[in-house]
């Protein structure tokens, strides 16, 4: 089968840098994606890694390790809209080639 | 912009009703999802499709099943609903081209409350 881990909560300040980890077990793997939904709202589509190294857009990068099975999320420059959960995502062999395993999920509160 | 319409936000029914619950997307994806959410557990497949009348079972099909006649059109239909099947349920569609599989486009979800 296939798990993903990512932490429950995190907390941080605005302005701060905050990076959200997400180890995953899959037999092969096509690639890694985050989501991030406020309460109430919809997940929406952030970034995606199909090879190692850091892909950065704006405020938000992801990075994947293969080797690691590990990946995670960082959010530079925060604000109190960053405030949301944040949910990675696979996409293997194991999973079916369209479909996607998502973690738990990470709460994230960032504060004045 | 891609749009997945859902047709209740919030939906209240009782023990051994029969429900439905609609999901519409307009980009013409071939994919669509079913999932529901609830604390603590993220986001679990229920059913699958990817064409019309295609279907595939996800992690937690019992209870459950799916209807898809048109494409742009995906039922989620609980036979018989039971209390434990009070949950959030999201629907999503995504084209099947390359690396755009990772991104699934979510609608906003029907809060289901089973009495």
């Known amino acids: 089968g296939q798990s993903l881990e990512q932490p429950s909560e995190v907390t941080a300040v605005e302005g701060a840098i905050v990076q959200i980890n997400c180890t995953y077990q899959?037999?092969?793997?096509?690639?890694l994606s985050w989501y991030q939904q406020h309460d109430g709202g919809a997940p929406t589509f952030l970034s995606y890694?199909?090879?190692?190294g850091l892909e950065e857009t704006g405020r938000f990068s992801s990075f994947l390790s293969r080797s690691d099975s590990y990946g995670y999320l960082l959010l530079q420059e925060l604000q109190m809209k960053d405030s949301a959960s944040y949910f990675c995502?696979?996409?293997?062999?194991?999973?079916?080639?369209?479909?996607?395993?998502f973690g738990t999920g990470t709460r994230l509160l960032v504060s004045p | 912009d891609v749009k997945v319409t859902q047709s209740s936000r919030y939906l209240v029914k009782r023990t051994g009703e029969k429900v439905f619950l609609e999901c519409v997307q307009d980009?013409?994806?071939?994919?669509m999802f079913w999932y529901r959410q609830d604390p603590g557990l993220g986001l679990r497949l229920i059913y699958f499709?990817?064409?019309?009348?295609?279907?595939e079972k996800g992690d937690i099909p019992e209870g459950y099943s799916v209807s898809r006649e048109k494409k742009e059109r995906f039922s989620l239909i609980l036979e018989s609903a039971s209390t434990n099947q009070t949950s959030m349920y999201l629907c999503?569609?995504?084209?099947?081209?390359?690396?755009?599989?990772?991104?699934?486009?979510f609608g906003p979800g029907t809060r289901l409350t089973v009495l």
């Open positions: 999503a569609s995504s084209s099947v081209q390359g690396a755009v599989l990772d991104t699934q486009y």
């Open positions: 890694n199909a090879l190692d």
């Open positions: 995502a696979v996409r293997s062999p194991n999973t079916g080639f369209q479909k996607l395993v």
């Open positions: 899959t037999s092969g793997f096509y690639g």
């Open positions: 499709s990817y064409d019309v009348k295609m279907k």
């Open positions: 980009m013409d994806h071939e994919n």
